[in-house]
């Protein structure tokens, strides 16, 4: 079945453009699964493009990346988008993975219970590690934290259930710290320490499925000479 897909980032500063490409590679993921997908990006994501998108295209699935905390997701320098208990409630009858620091606190459970159908994000700050010169595409650090999103996003697509999509991010968090355990790399503790943070934090909440639960959210700080990506505010 061909499902209504949407994806949304803004793109202003390193982390974004990082996230920018994640997120393009959902949307081709997407399409070569048969799906329609609409996105709207840099410039184009913004609130009033996406409440036309949603009246319009009425999509099923949402990918929203952007800066985020426990409350609200931001798009361009950012600029509240989705706020819990004040404008939350557009996204009623539908599923949505934001792809944000915190959001999996607050701003998750509050959309599912504005009816919506299902909501995932994170409940600590997605962190990654980065090296110059900072190209998402060739970048080997940052790439577990790309699959980390990339790969379970799809696996939603693919199964409509969220606990797979939960299951998924455990198990490719799980085989990139392994490999990241073998080489002999002076960076690959910082990768462990921040795919263990990710991997921890994963959360959703569902009107179908249910929630995992004993979670042990890590406050684990990538320190250092390493540049840490952070989609928190």
């Known amino acids: 079945m061909s499902l209504r897909v949407l994806t949304l980032d803004s793109v202003f500063d390193l982390p974004t453009t990082y996230l920018a490409y994640w997120m393009s590679k959902i949307a081709e993921g997407a399409r070569r699964m048969g799906h329609q997908v609409l996105s709207l990006r840099g410039g ?14 009425n999509p099923q699935f949402l ?11 931001t798009t361009t320098n950012l600029q509240p ?8 409630q557009i996204l009623s009858n539908r599923q949505t993975y934001f792809i944000s620091c915190l959001t999996g606190v607050g701003l998750v459970p509050s959309v599912v219970s504005k009816k919506g159908i299902a909501a995932a994000g994170f409940t600590a700050e997605y962190v990654w590690v980065v090296s110059p010169p900072y190209l998402p595409a060739q970048d080997i650090y940052a790439k577990p934290f ?8 799809l696996e939603v697509l693919r199964t409509g259930s969220w606990s797979s999509w939960y299951n998924k991010l455990q198990s490719v968090g799980d085989e990139e710290e392994a490999a990241w355990l ?3 790399d002076p960076l690959a503790s910082q990768v462990v320490l921040s795919i263990r943070q990710d991997r921890n934090a994963a959360t959703f909440v569902s009107t179908e499925e ?15 000479y390493v540049l840490k990506a952070l989609l928190g505010g």
């Open 63 to 73: 990918f929203i990346g952007g800066h985020g905390n426990e409350e609200t997701i």
């Open 182 to 184: 073998r080489r002999d």
């Open 44 to 57: 184009d994501a913004t609130i009033n493009n996406l409440t036309a998108a949603i009246d319009s295209y």
């Open 210 to 224: 249910e929630q995992p639960g004993g979670l042990d959210i890590s406050t684990l700080v990538v320190a250092g």
């Open 146 to 153: 790309e699959r980390m999103i990339v790969k379970p996003a």
């Open 81 to 88: 988008l989705i706020v819990a208990c004040t404008n939350d």
